[in-house]
């Protein structure tokens, strides 16, 4: 075994184009260390529907120049596979460490291909680059970026033609493609040849950002807004000054691109203690809401002052504002979430006489949804121009909310007084989430196990009318690992994260609503509710 381990070591070493990679290889193999070998050689990162992501170093089991490579040589094969043996791809990166680089040597390996290759011009937000796959009638797009993963990681997201992120069967095939990759040596990689592309696809972007407002709506609303260390402050800015609403105070520390995030435990705006500056930042300069973008600026966080404090906004709150708005403004066509999201958007839908549909989690599955108009995930994910980006894009989002704030405002109303009258209307519907981060992998798949062995009969003294196995499918959805809870007036989802080391669970209760003057003891209800259903469940579960 140890043999065997240095040996496979040793002859990714020759391969390795790295030479930081080559450096910590090299020292690992010298060292003799055998758990830290095992531990990036114990396989190969897996390809999947949200194509890479990992750690930074050394090994297959890690994310680098050499597995980037060969996931852009198996990616070219796909394409030559289905004929598109000239097609244009477009390659977009965030400004994470090896970003650039990862971007760079992808667009090596499609011109090597025979394929064309165009390159965004700096690190910009991922919506840019997939509004840029369909300008530009691109056959396929890739995004290096790990969103908002702890800073250690990076990750390669891959698009097809239409814009949207890759599905089954796809995936499969082209992980089979990068499994029949040889060997590095085996894959061109010309110095030159590709396109870098200039700053019009952007100019394009922003152009396009302007259509998701109302003509002559108000513009007033006042906002702090932070970058997370990301790439979306100069993007928001632009978008922000073309629509005429007042400059965003920016939270200086998070402002600029930094992919060390000094500020944050994890980059990411709904993680606990990620919002702190913000918040002292509004506490000084007093705007109508905070604005926040996770690093490559596809999702978009929202807070609000309530009873003098500030608070983040759930997604599924901004999910139904965003919908309430666009039905007032008169939009037509599919309203989607997935099936981890509220179901106050199907209620919103149903009384505006929408179509209404659920997927699977991920942008993925509701970018594919047809006729689709507005689509959102609660993982703060908003889709509000779906012909022009057909992904989240926290962007759009953002000026979208920051409308209905305006609109709001000349109201003398705000955010959570149309919150307060979608509850009353629709009832309402609050949701939580229990997730639990794991070092040890098995311990997610111990508590599904459990669950199937044992699934609960009731939560928080709430019957279970119905309980799914996700992994059979229905007949609406297609197979996928998690556990669907319906009970009396409650909803819980339990399923592993496609792209963290998570078990995620999503719970919603609904509480009616008679009137204005209810609303206390409603959100009351649901409260002491949501905390029992999350004791309850980590009792069911061992976690």
Partial sequence: MHDDLIARATAWLAEDPDTETRDELAKLIEAGDVTELAARFSGTLQFGTAGLRGELGAGPMRMNRSVVIRAAAGLAAYLKGKGQTDGLVVIGYDARHKSADFARDTAAVMTGAGLRAAVLPHPLPTPVLAYAIRHLGAVAGVEVT??????????????????SQIVPPADAEIAAEIDAVPSLDDVPRPDAGWETLDGAVLDAYLARTDAVLSDGSPRTARTVYTAMHGVGKDVLLAAFARAGFPEPVLVAEQAEPDPDFPTVAFPNPEEPGAMDLAFARARETDPDLIIANDPDADRCAVAVKESGEWRMLRGDEVGALLAAHLVRRGAQGTFAESIVSSSLLGRIAEKAGLPYEETLTGFKWIARVEGLRYGYEEALGYCVDPDGVRDKDGITAALLITELASELKEQGRTLLD????????????????????????????DAMGRLRERPPTELAGLAITKAEDLTRGTDRLPPTDGLRYTLDGARVIVRPSGTEPKLKCYLEVVVPVAAHADLPAAHAKATDLLATIKRDLSAAAGI
Avoid at 146 to 163: E, F, I, Q, T
Avoid at 419 to 436: C, F, K, N, P, Y
């Fill in 418 to 445: 149309l919150l307060d009258d979608l509850a009353v209307e629709h009832g309402l519907h609050a949701t939580d989430q229990l997730s639990v981060r794991v070092e040890d992998l098995s311990v997610i798949a």
């Fill in 146 to 163: 790990a969103s908002h993963n702890p800073p250690r990681d990076n990750g390669y997201k891959v698009y097809l033609g239409d814009g």
